[in-house]
């Protein structure tokens, strides 16, 4: 064979214990499987004392442009992704014309960047995945985004959509399944994807579910009404026959704290009662987004011009004002904003960077302003631009849902801005550093599960997110004793320590330590679909 890790202690990602052995690679694939010392090859590492476990699937990535923009893709390699998925939150980059394809361009700036002299060469899902073969890090998953189809079909208008319209959108979601994507993503708190009702929803998920994919929402509300938010994707998943996956299932905000037990107990009834159902978090208290989504939806109705024409107007600010501060926006979850929760983590103007790393209430003090003027005169001169942090977690509840049979690992990070939330370099070292070596939370082997297998089985894929001969050698090596994450909310781009090899599809990533820059990852095309 090419290679042999030797001696490994193995955690194969079905929360089963760990067990010594060897695995043989050839050809991209996990060809042998034995008692340790019972395998060679033309190489052989020396894996005593290391985990050796399936890569990583990131469930909630953000890399949609900065995949290609930066192949190399460190931020995920370095701490064992080899799989991620993308088209996340309603709003990715196909399928789309020229017009949606400017409007978003300008609109996820924020998440994704927009950078100078991109070569923009798709439009559709198929187009899309056929730009990631070209050559990237990591395998990649990719949801059909719900936001975009109706930006592209409807466009900005806070309406329902026609019978016409809807067909419309119906056929564009089965075409993107049809061309390899896993499912369907909402974006309910952005617009405009949260301009699409409940019927609407499902009226799209029956396709979705009829094509073999899932639901992969974003709510619309992680704070006041969050369990009514979270009760609605599951009456959309019964009613349409969808399996569905909560995206980055966390109750936030005051209003929540300490009731993580209400929202497993709601998905257990369902899941008791036929529902499948799974979901994906982080491991962090803070959450990331780009500023102008505190807004209230209709001050975002007619698209990014239209927004911008509204902030200059001082009486649609006033009202803007209220509604964020006093009664709560639908684009903050329905709760009154704290600005010295909200901090500035990413800007796009020089002249704006003494605000990174503050809070909108501590820059308008320094500023002798108040924090709503500020956040208004930034969103205007950032176009819209400006990304930021939510200080609205609670630890018992992150706690409390990833200990659920149903979780699964999702960063939801942004590789942008100038001080990116660390959860983008950081998720997967730090549950196996924090939540299963220091606290305790997760045995080994379980943790292992819930950042591969189960992800793997929740995207239906034949060939990964176990250890198993046959298999993909979408492998990672690390120290358990040593594996951490060094990304911090100070200087996020810091790579993981005691991760010692990555493979994808059989090749070094990450060697002895060290990234390779290879690129040996690839779409991946839901099964039955053919590239």
């Given at each position: 064979?090419?290679?042999?890790?030797?001696?490994?202690?193995?955690?194969?990602?079905?929360?089963?214990?760990?067990?010594?052995?060897?695995?043989?690679?050839?050809?991209?694939?996990?060809?042998?499987?034995?008692?340790?010392?019972?395998?060679?090859?033309?190489?052989?590492?020396?894996?005593?004392?290391?985990?050796?476990?399936?890569?990583?699937?990131?469930?909630?990535?953000?890399?949609?442009?900065q995949i290609l923009a930066e192949p190399e893709h460190l931020a995920k390699v370095s701490q064992g992704v080899t799989t991620e998925v993308l088209g996340q939150d309603g709003l990715s980059y196909a399928p789309v014309n020229d017009a949606t394809l400017e409007v978003l361009r300008g609109q996820l700036a924020g998440w994704n960047d927009d950078p100078p002299g991109f070569e923009w060469s798709w439009r559709s899902v198929a187009e899309y995945l056929a730009r990631l073969d070209r050559g990237v890090a990591?395998?990649?998953?990719?949801?059909?985004?719900?936001?975009?189809?109706?930006?592209?079909?409807?466009?900005?208008?806070?309406?329902?959509a026609t019978p016409a319209e809807l067909d419309t959108m119906r056929s564009l979601v089965a075409t993107g399944l049809a061309e390899g994507a896993f499912g369907m993503s909402s974006g309910l708190t952005y617009t405009p994807?949260?301009?699409?009702?409940?019927?609407?929803?499902?009226?799209?998920?029956?396709?979705v579910g009829a094509a073999g994919g899932y639901h992969c929402p974003h709510h619309r509300s992680y704070g006041a009404g969050a369990l009514e938010a979270f009760a609605e994707m599951v009456t959309v998943s019964r009613r349409a026959g969808c399996p569905l996956h909560l995206a980055h299932a966390t109750m936030n905000f005051s209003v929540n704290k300490g009731r993580a037990p209400e929202l497993l107990a709601l998905l257990d009834e369902a899941i008791a009662g036929g529902c499948d159902i799974s979901l994906d978090t982080y491991p962090y208290l803070p959450g990331a987004t780009y500023l102008s989504a505190l807004l209230p939806s209709w001050a975002s109705e007619g698209g990014p011009e239209a927004t911008l024409d509204r902030l200059s107007d001082p009486d649609?600010?006033?009202?803007?004002?209220?509604?964020?501060?006093?009664?709560?926006?639908?684009?903050?979850?329905?709760?009154?904003?704290?600005?010295?929760?909200?901090?500035?983590?990413?800007?796009?103007?020089?002249?704006?960077?003494?605000?990174?790393?503050?809070?909108?209430?501590?820059?308008?003090r320094a500023a002798g302003t108040t924090p709503a003027e500020l956040y208004f005169e930034v969103l205007v001169a950032e176009r819209l631009g400006t990304s930021c942090l939510m200080h609205v977690g609670h630890e018992e509840n992150v706690r409390t849902i990833m200990r659920h049979p149903a979780h699964t690992g999702g960063s939801d990070g942004l590789?942008?801005?100038?001080?990116?939330?660390?959860?983008?370099?950081?998720?997967?070292?730090?549950?196996?550093?924090?939540?299963?070596?220091?606290?305790?939370?997760?045995?080994?082997?379980?943790?292992?599960?819930?950042l591969t297998g189960r992800a793997a089985t929740r995207l239906r894929l034949p060939d990964r997110g176990f250890v198993r001969e046959g298999y993909a050698a979408d492998l990672v090596l690390f120290d358990p004793d040593t594996v951490t994450d060094t990304a911090t909310f100070e200087q996020p781009r810091q790579p993981a320590e005691g991760i010692r090899y990555v493979f994808v599809n059989g090749v070094a990533a990450i060697d002895d330590g060290r990234p390779t820059g290879a690129l040996a990852g690839h779409a991946l095309r839901k099964p039955e679909t053919s590239p």
């Open positions: 064979m090419e290679l042999v890790l030797r001696g490994a202690h193995i955690a194969d990602g079905t929360g089963a214990p760990l067990w010594p052995g060897d695995a043989g690679i050839e050809d991209g694939r996990i060809a042998a499987l034995g008692p340790p010392g019972s395998l060679s090859a033309t190489r052989v590492i020396d894996a005593t004392g290391l985990v050796l476990a399936p890569g990583f699937i990131d469930m909630h990535s953000h890399s949609d442009l990591v395998n990649a998953a990719y949801l059909v985004p719900q936001g975009t189809v109706r930006m592209l079909t409807v466009g900005w208008e806070d309406r329902p994807s949260m301009y699409a009702g409940t019927e609407e929803l499902v009226a799209l998920c029956e396709v649609t600010r006033e009202r803007i004002r209220a509604e964020i501060e006093e009664t709560g926006s639908d684009g903050a979850h329905g709760v009154p904003i704290d600005w010295d929760g909200i901090e500035i983590n990413g800007v796009r103007r020089p002249e704006h960077a003494h605000l990174v790393g503050h809070s909108v209430a501590e820059s308008a590789l942008v801005g100038d001080r990116p939330h660390p959860r983008a370099w950081g998720t997967f070292p730090r549950y196996l550093a924090r939540y299963v070596r220091e606290l305790g939370v997760l045995e080994l082997a379980d943790c292992v599960a819930h």
